[in-house]
Structure formats: structure tokens, C-alpha cells
């Protein structure tokens, strides 16, 4: 039978080796929870779940920020287009005088080139994709760190981790918007 000193030793072992383990990279965020005390306390949990929480709320607003600039999009194109048609078939028509067609055309003509202004300057279709890719990798991050939670506490891997590498990741989605 094993003496208590032997059990005692290798649970000080084990309790230095996850210090070291803890220890290993200094954190300065003052939000994250100190590295000395045990590795998934409740602090550290709470603190990876608001993490998980806004990795889903990010991921809520920009997928939203996607489809609206996805529809403004779709709306200038369309617009375009149909001004298009339209001056075509106004100006291959009989039934219009001469002075009012060159008087609409000149107005299609016109505010066609201001859509298709705002349309390259505000750049609707690029804004769209940066915002879907930002909303699919904090979809994609959250699920991550909702998995992550779900193991039981034995097969959880270090939570510090975890956090340098959902805030890194977050961190460079984020810059996308910026480009």
C-alpha cells in the first residue's frame, strides 16, 4: 500500500508541473484571470464564455452587415440595369418625339451614372463578402470555444490557450474591415 508522503509528493507534482504549465506566458489583459490560481476555475469559464458570447453576437451583426450591403447591392445593379433597358428601348421607339427622348435619355443617362458612381466608390459587393467571411469566422470561432466548454473538465485542454488563440483570431477577422 502507497504511504501517504509518496501520494502527497506526486500530487505536489502534479500540482507544480500545472503551475509551470499555467505559468508559461504572462497574460496582459487585465480581463483574464490570473494564471497562478487552477487552470479552469469558474473565473476562467466565465470569462471564456463571454468570450464565446461575443464571438456570436460579432458573428449576429456582421452576417447582418453582409446581406444589407448584399441587397444594396443587388438594388444599384438592378437599378443600373433596368435604367439601361429602358433608355434602349426609349430610344429605339417611334412613339416618343425627338426632343423628349433625348430629354429622358439624358436623365436615365444621368442618374445611371450617379448609381453606378456611389456603386464603385462605396464598393457594396466588397463590403458584403468582408462582412459574410468576418460573420462565418466568428460563427466558426464560437463554435469552437462552445465545443471547447462542453468537454468534461478532464479532456479540456489549457484554457489560457484557448483565449490567446480565440482573441488572436478575433483580433485579425476583425482587421479585415479595415483593408
Known sequence: MLSPDIFSNSMSNL????????QSRPHTNPNIPSRVESVWDIETTRYVERLSADCRKDAEHYALKGKYYR?????????MIILGGVTTFINGSDFITEYNRKIISS???CVSS????????????KKSIVNNNIGTGMKTLHNEIEKELLKPR???GDPYELIDFSEETREKLLKQKLK
Do not use: D, T
Request: hydrophobic residues 45%.
Open 15 to 22: 500540482s507544480n508541473a500545472n503551475r509551470h504549465l499555467v
Open 71 to 79: 441587397r444594396a447591392s443587388n438594388c444599384i445593379q438592378l437599378s
Open 154 to 156: 478532464i479532456q479540456k
Open 114 to 125: 450617379i448609381l453606378g458612381s456611389i456603386y464603385v466608390i462605396f464598393s457594396f459587393s
Open 107 to 109: 436623365v436615365f443617362s
